[in-house]
């Protein structure tokens, strides 16, 4: 009696066993998939070769948005961001198939990069770097005015490169350059180059992940001594040329019985 039962027991053991190896594999196939990921770090630019990318297993419970799971897929496209080892490469991180190598690849569809000659001044302080955030103002003469004005003609552009870079400095070490490349929209690429031959263009940085569109006025140096702002040259035509305002009466008056009015 006592072996029978601890055959059966054994039995039990050994089935119970296999069930959970086999049910323990099973749900190993089905939770996690392969997906391309870096051989090493990558910088931004990178024209992806077959020995910088591998396959490892994704969890299929978590999420990965634009996956890429056939290595010969991406080979020869262009990193637009850096990537550390092991990351998962997916298609935001990548330029469009058959793009140029360099700050070309960094371009969006539809967007344009722009050059400006700058200073230590607005370079600030060689802070700038690729990837940081910035408004841009314009100090200048306005038509008429013998004074100078400043206004903001652009918020929140995004900068490209700073001189040849497209990467920060890892350090953060400051950086003065000559020329800072930023990217925008055509018309707002327009309005730069107007800006720039008028006056002065001045970087201001912003916080990156500061997106708001701030409501901002034209200061001039009647603003700076506390006086308020004057009217545009164009209010002020329209003003001196509008006819005065009169006042007009009305006095009933009769003739017998016949009724009239007389307005003056």
């Not at 990921?37 to 910088?43: A, F, I, K, N």
């Not at 371009?107 to 940081?132: D, H, K, W, Y």
């Amino acid at each position: 009696m006592t072996l029978a039962l601890f055959i059966a027991l054994i039995v039990s053991l050994a089935l119970t066993y296999f069930l959970y190896s086999r049910m323990k594999r099973q749900y190993a196939k089905t939770a996690s998939y392969k997906v391309v990921v870096s051989s090493g770090p990558l910088e931004a630019g990178t024209q992806l070769a077959a020995e910088q990318l591998t396959l490892s297993e994704w969890p299929a419970n978590i999420p990965l948005d634009g996956a890429v799971t056939k290595p010969e897929s991406i080979v020869g496209r262009i990193l637009l961001y850096a990537v550390p080892g092991k990351e998962p490469i997916r298609e935001p991180l990548l330029a469009g198939p058959g793009s140029a190598i360099g700050l070309t690849a960094k371009i969006p569809e539809g967007m344009r990069a722009v050059a400006v000659v700058t200073n230590e001044v607005n370079n600030v302080s060689g802070f700038l770097f690729p990837g940081s955030h910035v408004d841009v103002l314009v100090t200048f003469r306005a038509e008429g005015s013998v004074e100078p004005l400043t206004t903001t003609v652009l918020q929140n552009v995004e900068v490209l490169s700073t001189g040849e870079r497209l990467q920060p400095d890892p350090s953060g070490k400051p950086q003065n350059v000559k020329v800072v490349t930023v990217l925008l929209k055509p018309d707002d690429a327009e309005k730069l180059m107007l800006a720039s031959n008028q006056g002065t263009v001045q970087f201001v940085l912003r916080n990156s992940a500061d997106q708001a569109q701030v409501e901002s006025h034209p200061v001039d140096v009647r603003t700076l001594r506390g006086a308020p702002p004057a009217l545009p040259a164009a209010v002020k035509r329209a003003a001196k040329a509008a006819p005065p305002k009169t006042t007009a009466y009305q006095v009933e008056t009769f003739d017998g019985t016949k009724k009239g009015a007389v307005s003056f």
